[in-house]
Every structure is written in structure tokens, then in C-alpha cells.
């Protein structure tokens, strides 16, 4: 006997009495999971999940928990990858204005259960326990995804090898594939068009620095919370009971030897045995991408980590006898490939807080754009309030029956800071699983179901169902939006030109300098060359003392390559809409130095005449 999903009342009453029958008769109950589908005359899988990222879970349990046959296949010999393999086990949480759980349903099972700093082994047994749950996932471990099966831009399924038992080749068919791998490798393969870094704002080899977690033991906790929470004088170090943030000042001084590494105030989560876990290592000079520098970085970050100790020895109050206790297993890579989906999500999207049609889950973390190398700090583009993230942003374009999920998803470079956190990945794992469910039934592409309502209603309710957040919302209006030099704010924040940290606060009366304005007329250039090639790429050399009058001499001579005098500068700018009559309302004073307002205007209107 067999029971299938989306059994009303009546329906359970009876399969209840049938049972009740069988086991008075004393008859055998075999509640088996619903067969797979035939493909191509092959018994095959509803779903096929590649990659046991927490994402990857979380899809394959949505997908199986809504009656899907489901297989879950990960490269490496446990579930959890990041959370577990990584070690990154403090999470980047998400609430709204209220303070609200925004990213509910699966991710929150795992939350009540786990905690938001969780000890690493029960977590890989509680993501193992929670597939072995699902009769209807099947689980591949130690299992290598070769190569995707594709028929014209379909993919129909995937060929594996089992690295531990040196298996042959096996191929397997699926109605519907689900990449929750971190770095989009299955929809790589498969051809899906996709972006490196921060090529989508013209920094294409701008990438944030890997982190090695390593764990110590002998450390106080009792003196490290004490210390932070009652003697530091910093406002950004706090503790809890198993949890703490901190020693921001004291890690500033510490000099590595690798001068191509940096250490952090670290993240840091006590342990069952007692051991403490420190995130606060970053590691540039790793392309992520290649399996030999990823085993390279974390080598590099072994040599460091015993320097690191003895400094924290020295330096961290309820550290004094620390010592080394291991690494992580992985590398935490937190950005590689951005896939080409159906919709992009925008930097602006996430800081106008922007609620969407087609929305299948929330995120609200700071945009936090880790360092890309020794020589900078990072930044923090902006605070979100809430903002959506759209059902378009899990389809690829180019091949079909596919969905990408967690931090590859189709997210620019910056928004991604804050959208590739592991909670808000889990959010569209659960979704994908359910948007298979309906893609299957109705006999519909993705592609087509993001143009279509009432099939993003239908997977929408779904997943109310299932406990996720959905309500609709007013967006919160940023100040910033109601600041006449907005518009060019728009523009260059979506070149990173401008950021508003945790305040959304960009000052922009204050003057500007020599590099300030030499830095980002540059990069407009450059940028525009590369979107558009009669653009003729220059380089303007700015003077030390700059005023408006300079300004607009040396944007013409990055759109013309000439040195005009001011009046000349003046007509062509006029007569190219790139001065405007409502920037030049708010200018008083030529002869005076520009705000960042009038400067970033400026730059935005000479960016959209150059690409068009």
C-alpha cells in the first residue's frame, strides 16, 4: 500500500480505516515512497539535486516532503558543506523592521533545532538524519557529478563516479535538476551564461578574500565573554552563551607573514569538547575555481594560523592558553560565479527594499563586501530594511528544466554581498523544491512559469504552507531616495562607486578631492569602453586642487580627449544632456569645490550617454 501527498481529510479517514482493517487482519503495511517516473524507457528521479550545501538539502527535503522522487548527490563524504566541511557554523541571520525571522520554513527547522551557533558534529549528523527521514530522497555521497545529460538546452539528468568505491561511470535521469552547488558548477557545465566577481560592475578579477576557519582549545570562554561583553569599550564586540564577536582592536595589530593574508576581530562559537572556532583569517591571491589554489590557500593558512595563536596568546583576554586544534576541511569561498537568470537582482533592488511579483523568499543582511586584497578594508554598501527575492532569479537562461540556488543565483556582485547567506540560500532551496513540484504537474518550463502568475501564486501558497514568510509589504523608503542627486546615486552605486555603509549615509555635501574624482571618472571610462566598444578608453589625470569648473574640463576630456577651457567644456557637456538644466540649478558657485552630489550626478549622466 502506498500513500501519496495532498491527501484532503477525507481521503486520510479513509486510508486510516483501511490500515486500521489490515492491521486487525494482521496484514504486512508496506508505506513505500512513489515510484520515480520512466524516462526514456528508464526508471528515473522527479528531481535531481546536485551539490549537500545546507541549500542543497534543504531543496532536496522540500522536493521529497512534496511527494517528488528526489535524489541528493554531494562529491564529499557528509551534508552541510560550508556549515559543516567549512566550518561555518555562526550564521549571517536575517530579520526584518520588526525584528521578525525573515527566512523561515526549512532554514528555521534547522535554527530551532541547532541554534545560530550550532556544534559542527551534530550538525552534519542532523542534516544526515533529517534526508534519512525522507523516504523519497535517495542519497549519494562521495559522489562526483561528471557531466550534465542534455538534450538540445535541456538538461535531463547527470553522469556521476563514486570516488570512494572507484565505481564505473553511472548515469542518472531526472524530470527537473536543482545546482546547489556554492559555485554554479553543474549549470556551468550545462552552458548557462554567467559572471565572475565583480565583472558585472567592471572588476571582473575584484574578488573578497577566502577565510580559513581554524580551532583552538584552552581558551577561557568564561574570561572571553566577560571581557566583551563587561571590559571592552568597543561597541561592535558582544558574546553569548556559546557565541562571541570581537577583539576588533587588538587583531588590527597583528602582522602576518604571508603579506597576502589579513586577520580580522574574529566570529567565534564554543564547541561541545570544549574547543572554540575562529572566523577571522582571510586569504587573498585564491582563485576559487581551481581545485590546486583552493588546496594551496589552505596550506598557506595552516603556516599562518601558529603566528596568529601565539599573537592571540598575547594579545586576547581568555586566550592565554590557547592552542591549535585543526582546521577546517574547506575553504569559505564567498564568491566566485553569478549565473545570467531570467531577472538580476540589483544593488538597487536590495537598498530601495524592493518587493517583487514573482518573490519566494526575503533577505535584509547588510551588503557586506568582504576585502578583495591587503590593501583595502571592504566596505558596507548599504543597510537593507527588507527586500524580496524574485522566482526569475533561481532560472537560467539558456538551458531548461534547471533552477541554481544558494549564492550563485542570478545576484550581481554587489547585492550578492548580502543575498549569499546561507539562510536566504536555504529560502530558495525550499523554493526551487517547490516550484519543481508544479513545474512537473502542469507539464511547464520554468522559463515559462516566470511569465506566469498564477503559477508563481501556486508555488507562493505552497510554501506559506510549509511555514515560509511571504507577506506582502510597503517598502520602507530610504531617505536617500528624496535627495535631488539621487539619480546619481543610482548610477554609480551600481558601479561601486559609492557606498552608504551600515547608515545608509552618503554624505553627499561633502566636497570632494583630487582622487575622488580621478578614480571615478576612470573607472566610468573604462567601464563604458568595455559595454561599449566605440568608446575610446583614457586615462584624465586630475588637478590637485579641483573645482567645478575643473570638473567639467576633465569629463570632456575623458569623452573627447581634448583640453578645452571652461565655456567650451560647458557647451558640449549642455549640449549632450550630460550637464542638465536641474544639475545646473543646484550649482551656485563654479569657481568653488564639487559636493559629492553634483560630482556623482555628473559622472552618472557621462555614463549613460557613453553606453547609450
Same mark, same amino acid.
Given at each position: 500500500?502506498?500513500?501519496?501527498?495532498?491527501?484532503n481529510?477525507?481521503?486520510?479517514?479513509?486510508?486510516?480505516? $483501511?490500515?486500521?482493517?489490515?492491521?486487525?487482519a494482521?496484514? !504486512?503495511?508496506?508505506?513505500?515512497?512513489?515510484?520515480g517516473?520512466?524516462?526514456?524507457?528508464?526508471?528515473?528521479y522527479?528531481?535531481?539535486?546536485?551539490?549537500?550545501?545546507?541549500?542543497?538539502?534543504?531543496?532536496?527535503?522540500?522536493?521529497?516532503?512534496?511527494?517528488?522522487?528526489?535524489?541528493?548527490?554531494?562529491?564529499?563524504?557528509?551534508?552541510?558543506g560550508?556549515?559543516?566541511?567549512?566550518?561555518?557554523?555562526?550564521?549571517?541571520?536575517?530579520?526584518?523592521?520588526?525584528?521578525?525571522? #525573515?527566512?523561515?520554513?526549512?532554514?528555521?527547522?534547522?535554527?530551532?533545532?541547532?541554534?545560530?551557533?550550532?556544534?559542527?558534529?551534530?550538525?552534519?549528523? =542532523?542534516?544526515?538524519?533529517?534526508?534519512?527521514?525522507?523516504?523519497?530522497?535517495t542519497?549519494?555521497?562521495?559522489?562526483?557529478?561528471?557531466?550534465?545529460?542534455?538534450?538540445?538546452?535541456?538538461?535531463?539528468?547527470?553522469?556521476?563516479?563514486?570516488?570512494?568505491?572507484?565505481?564505473?561511470?553511472?548515469e542518472?535521469?531526472?524530470?527537473?535538476?536543482?545546482?546547489? %552547488?556554492?559555485?554554479?558548477?553543474?549549470?556551468?557545465?550545462?552552458?548557462? &551564461?554567467?559572471?565572475?566577481?565583480?565583472? !558585472?560592475y567592471g572588476?571582473?578579477?575584484?574578488?573578497?578574500?577566502?577565510?580559513?576557519?581554524?580551532?583552538?582549545?584552552?581558551?577561557?570562554?568564561?574570561?572571553?565573554?566577560?571581557?566583551?561583553?563587561h571590559?571592552?569599550?568597543?561597541?561592535?564586540? +558582544?558574546?553569548?552563551?556559546?557565541?562571541?564577536?570581537? /577583539?576588533?582592536?587588538?587583531?588590527m595589530?597583528?602582522?602576518?607573514?604571508?603579506?597576502?593574508?589579513?586577520f580580522?576581530?574574529?566570529?567565534?562559537?564554543?564547541?561541545?569538547?570544549?574547543?572554540?572556532?575562529?572566523?577571522?583569517?582571510l $586569504?587573498?591571491?585564491?582563485?576559487?575555481?581551481? &581545485?590546486?589554489?583552493?588546496?594551496?590557500?589552505?596550506?598557506?593558512?595552516?603556516?599562518?594560523?601558529?603566528?596568529?595563536?601565539?599573537?592571540?596568546?598575547?594579545?586576547? &583576554?581568555?586566550?592565554?592558553?590557547?592552542?591549535?586544534?585543526?582546521?577546517?576541511?574547506?575553504?569559505?569561498?564567498?564568491?566566485?560565479?553569478?549565473?545570467?537568470?531570467?531577472?538580476?537582482l540589483?544593488?538597487?533592488?536590495?537598498?530601495?527594499?524592493?518587493?517583487?511579483?514573482?518573490?519566494? +523568499?526575503?533577505?535584509? /543582511?547588510?551588503? @557586506?563586501?568582504?576585502p578583495?586584497?591587503?590593501?583595502?578594508?571592504?566596505?558596507?554598501?548599504?543597510?537593507?530594511?527588507?527586500?524580496?527575492?524574485?522566482?526569475?532569479?533561481l532560472?537560467?537562461?539558456?538551458?531548461d528544466? #534547471?533552477?541554481?540556488?544558494?549564492?550563485?543565483a542570478? =545576484?550581481?556582485?554587489?547585492?550578492?554581498g548580502?543575498?549569499?547567506?546561507?539562510?536566504?540560500?536555504?529560502? %530558495?532551496?525550499?523554493?526551487?523544491?517547490?516550484?519543481?513540484?508544479?513545474?512537473?504537474?502542469?507539464? $511547464?518550463?520554468?522559463?515559462?512559469?516566470?511569465?506566469?502568475?498564477?503559477?508563481?501564486?501556486?508555488?507562493?501558497?505552497?510554501?506559506?504552507?510549509?511555514?515560509?514568510?511571504?507577506?506582502?509589504?510597503?517598502?520602507?523608503?530610504?531617505?536617500v531616495?528624496?535627495?535631488?542627486?539621487?539619480?546619481?546615486?543610482?548610477? %554609480?552605486?551600481?558601479?561601486?562607486?559609492?557606498?552608504?555603509? =551600515?547608515?545608509?549615509t =552618503?554624505?553627499?555635501?561633502? %566636497?570632494?578631492?583630487?582622487?575622488?574624482?580621478?578614480?571615478?571618472?576612470?573607472?566610468?571610462?573604462?567601464?563604458?569602453?568595455?559595454?561599449?566598444?566605440?568608446v575610446?578608453?583614457?586615462?584624465?589625470?586630475?588637478?590637485?586642487t579641483?573645482?567645478?569648473?575643473?570638473?567639467?574640463?576633465?569629463?570632456?576630456?575623458?569623452?573627447?580627449?581634448?583640453?578645452?577651457?571652461?565655456?567650451?567644456?560647458k557647451?558640449?557637456?549642455?549640449?549632450?544632456? $550630460?550637464?542638465?538644466?536641474?544639475?545646473?540649478?543646484?550649482?551656485?558657485?563654479?569657481?568653488?569645490?564639487?559636493?559629492?552630489? @553634483?560630482?556623482?550626478?555628473?559622472?552618472?549622466?557621462?555614463y549613460?550617454?557613453?553606453?547609450?
Open positions: 500500500m502506498r500513500i501519496k501527498g495532498n491527501m481529510k477525507k481521503s486520510i479517514m479513509i486510508v486510516g480505516i $483501511i490500515m486500521g482493517i489490515l492491521v486487525f494482521g496484514c !504486512d503495511i508496506d508505506i513505500r515512497p512513489a515510484p517516473p520512466m524516462i526514456k524507457g528508464e526508471p528515473g522527479d528531481v535531481i539535486v546536485v551539490g549537500g550545501e545546507p541549500e542543497g538539502v534543504a531543496a532536496a527535503l522540500s522536493s521529497a516532503r512534496n511527494g517528488l522522487k528526489t535524489l541528493l548527490i554531494e562529491d564529499d563524504y557528509a551534508l552541510g560550508l556549515m559543516t566541511l567549512g566550518q561555518l557554523n555562526f550564521l549571517d541571520m536575517n530579520h526584518g523592521p520588526n525584528d521578525e525571522l #525573515l527566512t523561515r520554513g526549512i532554514f528555521e527547522e534547522f535554527y530551532k533545532d541547532m541554534g545560530n551557533a550550532f556544534d559542527i558534529e551534530e550538525a552534519k549528523m =542532523y542534516f544526515l538524519n533529517e534526508v534519512k527521514k525522507e523516504k523519497n530522497i542519497l549519494l555521497l562521495n559522489t562526483k557529478v561528471l557531466e550534465p545529460l542534455k538534450e538540445e538546452d535541456k538538461v535531463i539528468g547527470v553522469k556521476v563516479v563514486n570516488d570512494v568505491k572507484d565505481e564505473e561511470k553511472k542518472y535521469l531526472g524530470l527537473r535538476v536543482i545546482d546547489a %552547488t556554492v559555485d554554479a558548477d553543474f549549470a556551468a557545465m550545462s552552458g548557462v &551564461p554567467y559572471t565572475i566577481g565583480g565583472e !558585472d572588476e571582473k578579477d575584484l574578488l573578497m578574500g577566502v577565510t580559513l576557519v581554524f580551532e583552538v582549545s584552552g581558551v577561557n570562554w568564561d574570561g572571553v565573554v566577560r571581557y566583551l561583553k571590559e571592552d569599550d568597543d561597541p561592535d564586540s +558582544g558574546a553569548g552563551r556559546v557565541n562571541a564577536w570581537g /577583539y576588533g582592536k587588538e587583531a595589530e597583528y602582522k602576518p607573514q604571508d603579506k597576502m593574508m589579513r580580522r576581530g574574529p566570529n567565534m562559537a564554543l564547541q561541545k569538547n570544549g574547543n572554540v572556532l575562529i572566523n577571522a583569517l $586569504i587573498f591571491g585564491v582563485d576559487s575555481l581551481d &581545485p590546486l589554489s583552493r588546496d594551496e590557500g589552505i596550506e598557506r593558512g595552516k603556516k599562518e594560523i601558529p603566528y596568529i595563536i601565539k599573537f592571540m596568546q598575547q594579545k586576547f &583576554p581568555g586566550f592565554e592558553k590557547a592552542a591549535f586544534a585543526g582546521t577546517a576541511e574547506q575553504l569559505y569561498v564567498r564568491e566566485t560565479r553569478h549565473i545570467q537568470g531570467e531577472y538580476r540589483t544593488i538597487t533592488d536590495v537598498l530601495e527594499n524592493r518587493d517583487h511579483w514573482d518573490k519566494i +523568499g526575503f533577505g535584509s /543582511y547588510p551588503v @557586506d563586501v568582504q578583495t586584497n591587503p590593501s583595502n578594508y571592504g566596505n558596507v554598501i548599504g543597510n537593507p530594511d527588507k527586500y524580496s527575492i524574485p522566482f526569475r532569479c532560472v537560467p537562461q539558456k538551458v528544466n #534547471l533552477l541554481v540556488v544558494g549564492r550563485s542570478s =545576484y550581481n556582485s554587489l547585492p550578492h548580502s543575498a549569499r547567506v546561507i539562510p536566504v540560500g536555504m529560502v %530558495t532551496g525550499e523554493a526551487a523544491g517547490v516550484a519543481c513540484l508544479y513545474s512537473i504537474q502542469e507539464d $511547464i518550463s520554468f522559463r515559462e512559469m516566470t511569465k506566469a502568475r498564477e503559477a508563481v501564486e501556486w508555488v507562493q501558497n505552497r510554501l506559506k504552507k510549509q511555514g515560509a514568510y511571504l507577506d506582502d509589504y510597503i517598502p520602507i523608503r530610504p531617505v531616495m528624496d535627495h535631488w542627486a539621487y539619480p546619481g546615486v543610482v548610477t %554609480t552605486r551600481e558601479l561601486g562607486l559609492i557606498e552608504g555603509g =551600515y547608515n545608509n =552618503y554624505r553627499l555635501e561633502r %566636497t570632494i578631492n583630487k582622487w575622488n574624482l580621478e578614480n571615478k571618472l576612470n573607472k566610468v571610462i573604462r567601464v563604458a569602453h568595455e559595454r561599449n566598444s566605440q575610446e578608453l583614457r586615462r584624465v589625470e586630475i588637478p590637485e579641483v573645482t567645478r569648473k575643473d570638473m567639467l574640463i576633465c569629463v570632456v576630456q575623458g569623452l573627447t580627449g581634448e583640453k578645452l577651457n571652461f565655456i567650451q567644456a557647451n558640449i557637456l549642455q549640449e549632450k544632456n $550630460i550637464l542638465t538644466d536641474d544639475l545646473e540649478s543646484h550649482i551656485e558657485n563654479w569657481d568653488d569645490t564639487p559636493q559629492f552630489a @553634483d560630482m556623482l550626478v555628473l559622472l552618472a549622466n557621462l549613460e550617454q557613453l553606453v547609450g
